[in-house]
């Protein structure tokens, strides 16, 4: 299949509110996406990603900026002229058509011949695991084959750039886990450029290339999923990619991007976030993931606490300390002694090259930070 780059330059979006007040749903983004990639737009309800998407396919136009697909400017173009296709959160698939005709209904649109529509049908319905599934209605299908004809009717057009909206949210845990799968190994098949809108964090790294998180309207951050989880710019991007520990330090000096830092009486030598210029006179908070803590004897670690909540995940057991600076989460594996039992008194390690230095916003109070994150 075909695959185009998608750029957006300095791209705005305001609507009216009901008081005829204007609402900026996207302020001043600007991206490129090569062909090929993957490519999810990732953050809370409200923050511009699916608007952004919607001026991709040609359902909104842009206030202001310019969109390209290839160095073709479609900023005004309709939806129709564009070499995109869409698969929505809701299925969208006719009730009273078949699968096949679902599928080829783009096709027959496009005064495809009916012997070249059947061969491209069956063809791309054997691609997402569902040969032979012709004849049979939506109605008879799960919702997991249903998600997987939308993807088939997109595919079957050979658009471009595939576009997705939130397609698993209506998808139960285990059937969700299934389409990831089935979308990134048919994206890498097809060689397809994918532009996928999520607010679930895990989706955003199990399928993406790149991930670009929005808030407010605006781009806060762009990587790769290990980028993005491992190394957030602030305390936004660490708390929407999962729990995160918040420890208050003494900065005792800079090298470089790392940072000695001190917590209670022990020096560690910590990473300052990417894209964050050192700076005496901004405050700072060290953020540690559950894993890349540790439990000790009391008095062997760095931050002396309780364990009050044990939870067993069948890989792995989340422990529940209670520290000086609020109540904070441990992910570790099962110890071959056996849980600490709820009560313990803990002392807890970090792993220094995981814990990354993050700049803390004015007005926060960092030690309400980890209260807020469990």
């Given amino acids: 299949m075909p695959a185009s780059s998608v750029s957006l330059t300095n791209v705005y979006k305001a609507f009216k509110g009901f008081k005829g007040e204007e609402i900026l749903a996207v302020d001043d983004v600007s991206f490129r996406i090569e062909p090929g990639a993957f490519v999810t737009l990732l953050g809370p309800s409200g923050c511009g990603k699916t608007t952004s998407l919607r001026m991709i396919a040609g359902f909104e136009n842009p206030t202001k900026g310019k969109i390209k697909i290839d160095e073709e400017d479609v900023t005004f173009i309709p939806p129709w002229k564009r070499d995109t296709a869409m698969v929505f959160q809701s299925y969208g698939l006719f009730p009273h058509m078949n699968v096949g005709d679902n599928v080829g209904y783009g096709l027959k649109m496009r005064k495809v011949t009916t012997s070249e529509r059947h061969k491209k049908v069956s063809a791309i319905l054997d691609l997402v695991g569902l040969s032979g599934f012709e004849e049979r209605p939506p109605s008879s299908l799960s919702g997991g084959q249903q998600q997987r004809v939308a993807l088939a009717r997109a595919l079957v057009v050979e658009p471009s750039v595939l576009l997705f909206d939130e397609p698993l949210s209506n998808l139960d845990v285990l059937l969700r886990e299934q389409m990831r799968v089935e979308i990134r190994r048919i994206q890498q098949k097809t060689g397809i450029t994918a532009i996928y809108v999520t607010h679930d964090r895990t989706e955003a790294m199990t399928l993406s290339d790149t991930v670009i998180v929005m808030n407010k309207g605006k781009i806060v951050q762009t990587g790769t999923p290990f980028d993005i989880y491992e190394e957030p710019n602030s305390i936004f991007v660490a708390d929407f990619m999962g729990k995160m520990a918040y420890f208050p330090v003494k900065i005792l000096a800079w090298e470089g991007k790392d940072a000695i830092v001190e917590l209670y009486d022990k020096k560690l030598s910590v990473r300052v976030a990417k894209n964050v210029t050192p700076n005496d006179s901004q405050r700072y908070i060290l953020a540690c993931r559950p894993e890349s803590m540790k439990m000790q004897e009391n008095g062997k670690g760095v931050v002396p606490g309780v364990i009050t ?66």
């Fill in 309 to 374: 909540t044990n939870v067993y995940l069948g890989n792995a057991i989340e422990s529940y300390i209670k520290t000086e600076f609020g109540e904070v989460m441990v992910k570790s594996e099962l110890p071959k002694e056996g849980l600490r039992p709820e009560g313990s008194p803990v002392s807890l390690s970090i792993r220094e090259d995981k814990a990354v230095l993050l700049p803390l916003d004015p007005g926060i109070d960092g030690l309400s930070l980890n209260k807020a994150n469990i």
